[in-house]
C-alpha cells in the first residue's frame, strides 16, 4: 500500500542517487527510532507475560489500568511529544541563527520550553490519577465489586506516581528527534527496559508483590531514564527554566498542543471504548484483549520510527526553504512503510498459532484469542501506512487538519465496535467472541481511515501540504 502511494504521489520519480542519499539519512533516525519504539513494545510483551502467568484476572485488570493510564496521560504527552520534534527540527533547519552561539541558543530555547510543559503536565497527570483514578476504572467496566478492580486499582495507583517521569522521559525524546538525534533516546530506553525487566522477577515473584510490583519497577526505570537524559540534554543545549522569555516561548507548544490533544480524544477514546467493551465480557476475553493488543501495538508502532524520520526530514526541508527534498522524503518514507506492512503481515502470519501462548495458558484465553489474531495479522499494511503518513502530517504543521479529521476517522470504527456485535452474530443476541472480533474490526476501521484521511489532501495537493508543492 505504502508503494502504491508513493508510485501515484505528485514526487514519485526518485533517482537512485537522490533514494541512496534520503536512505542515508532516513536510516540515520528511523533504525535507532526503530529499536527505541521497539524495545518498549517488547519490554511491555516481556511484563505482560509475567503479569498473564499472575491469572486471567491480574492480566485483565492490568490491561484495564494501563488504558485508564494510558488514555489520561497520552491525552497531552503525545501532542506535546510530536509538537516538541516539529518545532525542534525548524529550529535547527531554519536561518535564523547567525552564529553557532545564536543558533544553539534557540534550540536550548525550544528545548526547554518543551520540558517545562513536560513536568508541568506530568505533574497534574499525577494529581487527576490519584484523585479519579478508582472512578475511571469503573467507567472503563470495571466497579469495585469487579474481580479485576483489586488488581487493576493496586497498578494504576503507582504506575500515576510515575507520571512526570513518563512524561519528562517522552518529551525529551522528541526534542533529540528534533535534533537528528536518535541514538541517545535508543540508549536511554534500552537502559530503562532492561532495568525494568530485571527488576519485574524480583519485585513481583520473588518480594510477593504482584502487579504492584510490576508498577514499581516501570515507575522505578523510567525515573532513571528520564533523569539520565536530561542530562545528556544539557550538554547538548543551552537549557534555561527560567524568565519571560522561556514562559513565552512555552507557550507556542499549547496552541497545536491543544489541537492534537482533541485528535488524541478522539483516539483514546476508541481504544478506551475497546478496552471497555472487551472488560465487559468476563476475564477471559479481557485477557485476551490485552495479549492482542500488545502484539498488535508492538508491531504497529514499529511504523512509529519512519514516522519519525519523515516528520524530522520533512518539516527541516520546509525550515530550509526546500519543499523538493521534503516531497521526495515523502515518497520514500510511504514505499517503505509499504514494504515494513508486508513483512509484518508474513512475519506474523507464519507463527500465528504461538501469539496467544506467550501470555497465557489458561484455555478459555487461548480460544478467545482466535477470534480476533486474524485481524492483528490482516491489519498490518495498512497501519503501517497510517503511522507514516502521521509523522508527514505532523511535519508540514498540519496539527489543526488533524484536529478536525480525527473525530470523523473514528465514528465509523466506535459504529462497527457497537454494532458489529449483532451483524457478526447474524442479528441475534452477541455473542463474546463476536464482540470482541467487532472491537478489532472497529480497530482497523480506524486506521484505514486515518490513512486515507492523509492520502487523499496529499494526492490533491490540498492543504494542509500546500507548503510541499511550493516550487516546481
Given amino acids: 500500500m505504502g508503494v502504491l502511494f508513493a508510485s501515484c504521489s505528485p514526487s514519485a520519480a526518485l533517482r537512485p542517487c537522490q533514494v541512496t542519499s534520503l536512505d542515508r539519512q532516513i536510516a540515520a533516525l528511523a533504525l535507532p527510532t526503530l529499536g527505541t519504539l521497539a524495545a518498549d513494545p517488547l519490554a511491555s510483551l516481556v511484563d505482560t507475560a509475567y503479569i498473564g502467568h499472575l491469572g486471567a484476572v491480574q492480566l485483565g485488570g492490568v490491561g484495564v489500568a494501563l488504558s485508564v493510564f494510558g488514555t489520561a496521560t497520552k491525552l497531552m504527552n503525545m501532542p506535546l511529544l510530536s509538537v516538541t520534534t516539529q518545532i525542534v527540527a525548524t529550529a535547527v533547519g531554519s536561518n535564523e541563527g547567525s552564529t553557532p ?45 469487579s474481580p479485576l478492580h483489586a488488581s487493576a486499582l493496586a497498578f494504576l495507583r503507582i504506575k500515576a506516581i510515575g507520571a512526570p517521569a513518563s512524561s519528562l522521559l517522552l518529551v525529551s525524546q522528541g526534542v533529540f528527534r528534533g535534533l537528528g538525534d536518535a541514538r541517545t533516546p535508543l540508549a536511554a530506553t534500552l537502559g530503562c527496559n532492561a532495568l525494568n525487566l530485571a527488576l519485574d522477577p524480583l519485585l513481583i515473584f520473588a518480594a510477593g508483590w504482584g502487579v504492584a510490583g510490576a508498577a514499581q519497577a516501570t515507575v522505578l526505570a523510567e525515573l532513571l531514564a528520564a533523569a539520565w537524559l536530561l542530562r545528556a540534554l544539557s550538554k547538548r ?172 476517522c473514528a465514528a465509523p470504527a466506535v459504529a462497527c465496535m457497537l454494532l458489529g456485535g449483532g451483524l457478526l452474530s447474524g442479528g441475534g443476541t452477541p455473542t463474546a467472541d463476536a464482540e470482541l472480533a467487532a472491537v478489532w474490526a472497529g480497530l482497523v476501521t480506524l486506521m484505514a481511515a486515518r490513512a486515507l484521511a492523509i492520502a487523499i489532501p496529499y494526492w490533491a495537493r490540498r492543504p494542509p501540504f500546500g507548503r510541499l508543492f511550493g516550487d516546481s
Fill in 101 to 145: 552561539l545564536r543558533k544553539r541558543r534557540i534550540i536550548g530555547l525550544a528545548a526547554s520550553s518543551a520540558l517545562f510543559i513536560a513536568a508541568l503536565v506530568g505533574a497534574v497527570q499525577l494529581l487527576l490519577l490519584l484523585a479519579a483514578g478508582e472512578w475511571a476504572l469503573g467507567c472503563w467496566g470495571v466497579p469495585p465489586e
Fill in 237 to 408: 543545549c543551552a537549557l534555561r527554566f527560567a524568565g519571560r522569555l522561556a514562559l513565552a516561548q512555552g507557550l507556542r507548544f499549547l496552541g497545536p498542543t491543544g489541537l492534537l490533544m482533541a485528535r488524541t480524544v478522539a483516539i483514546g477514546g476508541t481504544f478506551a471504548l475497546a478496552a471497555s467493551l472487551a472488560a465487559r465480557s468476563d476475564a477471559a476475553h479481557a485477557a485476551a484483549h490485552q495479549a492482542c493488543l500488545q502484539v498488535w501495538l508492538g508491531t504497529s508502532l514499529l511504523s512509529d520510527s519512519l514516522a519519525v524520520a519523515a516528520q524530522s526530514l520533512v518539516a527541516r526541508g520546509l525550515a530550509a526553504q526546500q519543499p523538493a527534498t521534503a516531497r521526495a522524503v515523502v515518497a520514500r518514507t510511504a514505499q517503505l512503510s509499504g514494504a515494513l506492512g508486508f513483512a509484518l503481515l508474513g512475519g506474523l502470519g507464519a507463527c500465528h498459532g504461538l501469539l496467544p501462548r506467550l501470555f497465557s495458558s489458561d484455555p478459555a484465553v487461548l480460544a478467545a484469542a482466535q477470534s480476533i489474531v486474524p485481524w492483528v495479522i490482516l491489519s498490518q499494511p495498512v497501519t503501517s501506512l497510517a503511522f507514516t503518513l502521521d509523522g508527514v502530517l505532523y511535519g508540514v504543521g498540519g496539527f489543526a487538519y488533524a484536529a478536525r479529521t480525527m473525530g470523523l
